[in-house]
């Protein structure tokens, strides 16, 4: 039995004109989560990957500290969902830049509710498939991974697709995925066992290669 390391990207630009762009913080990230598993010979049967900009950088963050190369497969299933087309679905208008605590409250408040009104079918976003597809999205992966492998596969992604995985598995209803969703935190793995027939949540949202005080200041959620 195998192991599916689901990692949300690094420290991503938000509020900047280019979000999928990791910032300097979230290239650390990535490469302290690469040693920490070299430290602990960790290694990957495959790596697969959105077709994002923040999942290659993460990658290739992770690729530098652990010391292994592979080639990942590019799976635009683990892409993220467009939250500016989610939050226009549902205030149409031009939303300032949260670079404030409160604008950044307001920012994460619509898109809560536009995540809501998507995942029950009452909106669809530009662009988007509907909510229905992007979990077929994030499921074909893990079965891709079930019937091609039997070791440890890598899968980065972002907190939509991973949230959803770990809805799916435990059967959550959607506002359960939408509140796993606003709380993963950069470079958090979540960790399932995998055979050919079953796969099975271990752990969620965790950061042990973050642990002590040296990295405190390096836990993010953008």
């Not at 830049?97 to 409250?105: D, F, M, Q, S, V």
Request: aromatic share 8%.
């Amino acid at each position: 039995m195998g192991a599916i390391y689901l990692l949300r990207h690094g420290q991503a630009s938000f509020g900047a004109d280019d979000y999928d762009q990791l910032s300097a913080l979230g290239v650390q990230q990535s490469q302290r989560l690469g040693e920490y598993w070299r430290a602990r010979g960790m290694r990957f049967d495959a790596v697969l990957m959105g077709s994002l900009k923040r999942h290659r950088q993460t990658w290739q963050g992770i690729e530098q500290g652990l010391q292994q190369s592979h080639t990942p497969l590019v799976w635009p299933g683990l892409n993220e969902y467009d939250s500016e087309a989610v939050i226009r679905c549902i205030h149409p208008a031009p939303l300032a830049k949260p670079n404030t605590p409160e604008l950044y409250k307001h920012h994460f408040g619509l898109l809560r509710k536009g995540l809501h009104a998507w995942m029950h079918g009452q909106t669809q976003p530009e662009g988007m498939p509907t909510f229905v597809q992007f979990k077929q999205g994030i499921l074909n992966a893990l079965t891709h991974v079930q019937s091609n492998h039997a070791g440890d596969v890598l899968l980065v992604s972002s907190g939509g697709p991973i949230s959803t995985a770990v809805g799916m598995l435990l059967q959550t209803p959607p506002e359960s995925m939408v509140e796993m969703n606003m709380r993963i935190r950069n470079t958090a793995v979540t960790e399932c066992v995998y055979s050919i027939k079953r796969t099975t949540l271990v752990s969620f949202n965790t950061l042990n290669h973050l642990d002590g005080d040296a990295y405190r200041d390096w836990v993010t959620f953008t």
